[in-house]
């Protein structure tokens, strides 16, 4: 299989954590080509898996010292691309927030999950079901820009989830690969109220 990739390794330097990821989109490689992902910030480093000539929505946590590469999630563990073949890649957000739409969060023991899509949201939860909520409000916290960011939705049935959502790396404590969002949320029903934290991501193209 033919690869894309840097001739000349980097040096292992220091990585610089962002507060939020940032979005991007694969420009450079051929259509018959991949983009590799590297166990580290080299491209004399371990190949772990390939992004698509055309993937988009890829989610970066940092960049190493030089900005030469980008640390991503790839199936169950992080790897690192090269951002010679990377661009920024607009996506919509939600209200005035960072937060883009069509993430999704979750967590474990309980294996709940809730996706954010705009103009509706999807909750499930393996004692509550599967609920469609729509939503009420967003707003950013007093003096913040984009995050964190309170977004408040209602279901049909007057149940109600208030969630938190931060840009920060966050684990999910079962695998070794990196989330860009956390969130704590409670669903809130009448004579019930379930508090639930867990880590977010936006599904790549």
């Not at 898996?49 to 940092?62: M, N, P, Q």
């Not at 992080?78 to 969060?105: H, K, M």
């Not at 995050?147 to 209602?154: D, F, K, M, N």
């Not at 989830?161 to 989330?179: H, N, P």
């Amino acid at each position: 299989m033919i690869r894309a990739g840097l001739v000349i390794a980097t040096l292992a330097l220091p990585a610089v954590a962002l507060a939020e990821p940032t979005y991007h989109r694969v420009i450079g490689v051929a259509a018959d080509d991949v983009l590799n992902v590297r166990a580290e910030p080299s491209a004399r480093s371990a190949d772990i898996g390939d992004l698509a000539h055309d993937a988009r929505r890829i989610e970066a946590f940092e960049f190493d010292a030089t900005g030469n590469w980008a640390r991503i999630a790839l199936n169950e563990r992080d790897g690192w691309i090269s951002t010679r073949f990377l661009t920024r890649d607009a996506v919509p957000t939600l209200g005035d927030t960072n937060i883009p739409e069509g993430i999704i969060c979750g967590g474990t023991e309980p294996f709940w999950a809730l996706g954010l899509y705009g103009e509706d949201a999807r909750y499930s939860h393996p004692v509550d079901g599967d609920i469609n909520f729509a939503f009420d409000s967003i707003v950013v916290a007093e003096g913040r820009l984009g995050s964190p960011a309170l977004v408040t939705i209602a279901a049909e049935d007057t149940r109600v989830i208030e969630a938190t959502l931060t840009g920060a790396t966050c684990f999910d404590g079962m695998s070794d690969r990196s989330y860009a969002w956390s969130i704590t949320m409670q669903m809130i029903a009448p004579g019930q109220r379930r508090f639930l934290s867990g880590c977010c991501q936006l599904p790549r193209d």
